[in-house]
């Protein structure tokens, strides 16, 4: 009986959470994650401080002529025929967009 409404009760609070956090900007925990990814993953190839190597700078001013919608589409689906991959299966819709957000503003990761 209890292990019944503990089931009940987990799936209505993750029902909650699901929906609270579709629009909102990602948990100030998850956003240190994909800080610590754009340094480390994104790094790899735009270059630790993001000013560019395999691929193009991700500054402000390189960006400046892109969307915030394309470039969030550009992390989630990757550019085929290029070595930029798609992040789909690490990075929510909502966290791409936070990301692109944050490159069009300059960050230091
Ligand atoms: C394996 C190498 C590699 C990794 C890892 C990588 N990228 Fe890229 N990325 C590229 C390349 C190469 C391009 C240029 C593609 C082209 O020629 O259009 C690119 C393009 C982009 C662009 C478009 C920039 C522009 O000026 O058009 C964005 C935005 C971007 N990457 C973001 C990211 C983010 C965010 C991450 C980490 C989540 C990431 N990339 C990880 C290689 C990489």
Known sequence: MIRVDLTI???ITLA???TASASAEPASSRQ???MYLLKHDC???HGMRLEGGLGPALN???LQPL???TL???ILHGRPGTPMPPWKPFLSQEEAWWLASQLKQGIQP
């Open 72 to 74: 969030s589409m550009t």
């Open 16 to 18: 909650i959470c699901h």
């Open 67 to 69: 969307s915030i919608e």
């Open 60 to 62: 402000p001013q390189q």
């Open 32 to 34: 240190a994650e994909l």
């Open 43 to 45: 790094g790899s190839c």
């Open 9 to 11: 009760l987990v799936a």
